[in-house]
């Protein structure tokens, strides 16, 4: 099964500033065939479902703000908020979906400082 | 509007069985590989199965392989999931996902999440 590790579990970051969030996969996500990194992240706030916000690795979905970005290929990957927002506190989680078993990562809490 | 609408979850003892639904609307089922996804209590996500379009796969996560069983009505615009041989590891809120596709049909992910139903398992 592919694991998928997250870092840090736990992040608080000043309203204004970047945050980052790390993803490692222990096997590559990136099909050959079409260059593409099986890659998904989810913000999941308190009594909520998980939220889409980036697919391919770097691919936002529609409606996600631009500070949010998504980087990486093949193991690693980097979610990158560039300007935190009070609404942006909740739960990241990474989802590889190159292969089933479909993995999550462990997720990060991110809070203000 | 995009919605699913999970039900059946509850309080089952350790051997029991449950039956989960998941109500679509918004869309039609028929287009989308679906999927259940848990999440026990104060911890992450996991993957539980997956099915596609036609009902002709159904995939697995290890720990429920062989108790659980994915199905769709595609007429109804329902998903179900079927849980038997219930453990306490199983307690958890359960989610119905849709697993979206790109202009070329490739998954890229879950795209839209119900609210979840709670099943707990306990004696």
């Known amino acids: 099964d592919f694991v998928m590790t997250q870092s840090p579990d736990s992040l608080a970051v000043s309203l204004g500033e970047r945050a980052t969030i790390n993803c490692k996969s222990s096997?590559?996500?990136?099909?050959?065939?079409?260059?593409?990194?099986?890659l998904a992240w989810y913000q999941q706030k308190p009594g909520q479902p998980p939220k889409l916000l980036i697919y391919w690795a770097s691919t936002r979905e529609s409606g996600v703000p631009d500070r949010f970005s998504g980087s990486g290929s093949g193991t690693d990957f980097t979610l990158t908020i560039s300007s935190l927002q009070a609404e942006d506190v909740a739960a990241y989680y990474c989802h590889q979906y190159y292969t089933t078993p479909y993995t999550f990562g462990q997720g990060t809490k991110l809070e203000i400082k | 509007e995009v919605q699913l609408v999970e039900s059946g979850g509850g309080l089952v003892q350790p051997g029991g069985s449950l039956r989960l639904s998941c109500a679509a609307s918004?869309?039609?089922?028929?287009?989308?590989?679906m999927s259940w996804v848990r999440q026990a209590p104060g911890k992450g996500l996991e993957w539980v199965a997956n099915i596609k379009q036609d009902g002709s796969e159904k995939y697995y996560a290890d720990s429920v392989k062989g108790r659980f069983t994915i199905s769709r009505d595609n007429a109804k615009n329902s998903l179900y999931l079927q849980m038997n041989s219930l453990r306490a590891e199983d307690t958890a809120l359960y989610y119905c996902a849709r697993l979206s596709t790109d202009r070329l049909r490739s998954v890229v992910g879950f795209d839209y999440w119900g609210q979840g139903t709670l099943v707990t398992v306990s004696s």
């Open positions: 918004g869309f039609t089922i028929s287009d989308y590989w």
């Open positions: 096997q590559s996500v990136l099909y050959n065939s079409n260059n593409k990194n099986y």
